[in-house]
């Protein structure tokens, strides 16, 4: 097995074997769970670290707490600040997702599909229907996105991976 330290590569008895196996609760000795303050448990962003009187960004993983909200985040532009406003979908609120942003993550509202629109040229008509044909990626069939049509309208147009 694996672990700390050699196994024991000849008779595994006596005071120098190494037994490799659960281990077992010590009478009196706390749960790791009861060394986690309360505050941080909740799934609070920020805490208190302990002897040290500084505030810090804390996850805790907690079972359920880290599930992936629905939709995609976009491409957003770089936040130059490297601001680590989250860690996890958890920490956003409502439906907003915990986006990259440069080296900044960012609750950010999401795309409802893969891809990102594409740029449009304003400078030249473009081929279509100038009216709004959708107003979310879900309106949109198969992989469309509702994306800026450019002239001033929103369409659903193929976007880019």
Known sequence: ??????????K???????RWGPLKAVRGAPRARDLIPRSWRSGAPVG???????????????????AEKTGVCPQLQADLNCTQECQSDAQCA??????QAGCATICHLPDEKQGSCPHVNTDFPQLGLC?????????????LKCCYN???KVSCITPIF
């Open 48 to 66: 208190r670290l302990p002897g040290l009187g500084l505030l810090a960004p804390l996850t805790v993983g907690l079972p359920g707490r880290e």
């Open 12 to 18: 595994c008895r006596g005071p120098r074997a190494w």
């Open 94 to 99: 409502d439906n907003l997702k915990c986006c």
């Open 150 to 152: 450019g002239c001033g």
């Open 1 to 10: 097995g694996q672990g700390l330290g050699k196994p024991c590569t000849h």
């Open 131 to 143: 009216q709004d044909q959708c107003k979310v990626d879900s309106q949109c069939p198969g992989l």
